[in-house]
């Protein structure tokens, strides 16, 4: 049974209309606006602003939040935190769980990596995601922390739906490890150096050991099956951090070529060239 939280008859804002955005409303978030609105007007001030929109949107909602209420902003998804989008004032949320359906139940398991949360709103958050069913929720006390969690995250999200959506009908996660890991790792591999060196203080984690935190992650909603429409509208917040032409990441390439052009058969020069316009222009 989902327990009521404490000050759930504070409203909150949520902007958004996906999977995730549809947690909060359904455990307080009484207003939903819509993402060209001004932000922060009709709520408390002091309550949470959920933002659960692809990432690309976040510098834009920074600007439409009313300055008062810019430190009551919490980032909930794929995102790195930002200096240009409050950075450690606000809220940060790197969840490590799945809603498969508008209104869904959250899926995870206890083998799951935990969700981080820091800032502001922390422990509001904490309580709301432990009374949907989290178990390990930690609260972080730095931004930079969280950073670290946020790189691996958004390796996970960039990696799995390129190797998902490669075949038809696409995998689940869960077939990603067992049918394509071979694929996946040389992805991985190829895109771990550009990762280590997001990271704060640069990380001694290994190829292999990004490996392990996306199974444990994959496994605790092995039926999931990353959305493409999402990952190309976050295509430049997404991959697009990762990439670096030149033909130094050709499974990367290829992949990505698949996906923007449907083609299996482009050159590899045709595929920098496609990859670039789409990341330049998904950029303006």
């Not at 207003?31 to 922060?40: E, N």
């Not at 990271?199 to 994959?218: A, L, R």
């Not at 990367?252 to 058969?265: F, G, P, S, T």
């Amino acid at each position: 049974m989902v327990r009521a939280l404490s000050n759930s008859n504070s409203p909150f804002e949520v902007i958004g209309k996906g999977r995730m955005a549809s947690l909060f409303l359904r455990r307080g978030g009484s207003v939903s606006i819509d993402r060209d609105a001004m932000i922060g007007i009709r709520s408390p001030g002091g309550s949470p602003i959920i933002v659960a929109t692809p990432s690309q949107a976040w510098a834009d909602l920074y600007q439409k939040c009313h300055q008062s209420r810019r430190t009551d902003l919490v980032w909930m998804g794929n995102g790195l935190p930002d200096t240009n989008i409050g950075g450690e004032d606000c809220t940060w949320v790197v969840p490590h769980f799945g809603i498969l359906e508008i209104n869904g139940p959250v899926i995870s398991s206890t083998s799951s990596p935990p969700t981080y949360v820091y800032g502001k709103h922390a422990q509001f958050l904490q309580r709301l995601f432990e009374s949907e069913g989290l178990v390990n929720v930690n609260v972080l006390d730095t931004v930079s922390d969280l950073r670290d969690h946020a790189v691996r995250k958004l390796l996970w999200a960039s990696c799995l739906w390129l190797v998902c959506h490669s075949k038809d009908p696409a995998l689940t996660v869960s077939q990603v490890h067992k049918q394509e890991g071979t694929l996946l790792r040389t992805l991985v591999e190829e895109l771990w150096p550009v990762a280590q060196s997001l990271t704060g203080q640069g990380t001694h984690d290994t190829s292999s050991d990004v490996i392990h935190y996306m199974e444990q992650y994959s496994s605790s909603m092995p039926r999931a099956i990353p959305s493409r429409d999402l990952a190309l509208a976050e295509l430049v917040d997404r991959n697009g951090v990762f990439y670096r032409p030149g033909g130094v990441q050709p499974c990367h390439e290829r992949l990505l070529c698949l996906q923007i052009v449907h083609d299996r058969d482009s050159n590899m020069e045709c595929c920098e060239k496609k990859i670039l316009q789409k990341l330049h222009y998904g950029r303006k």
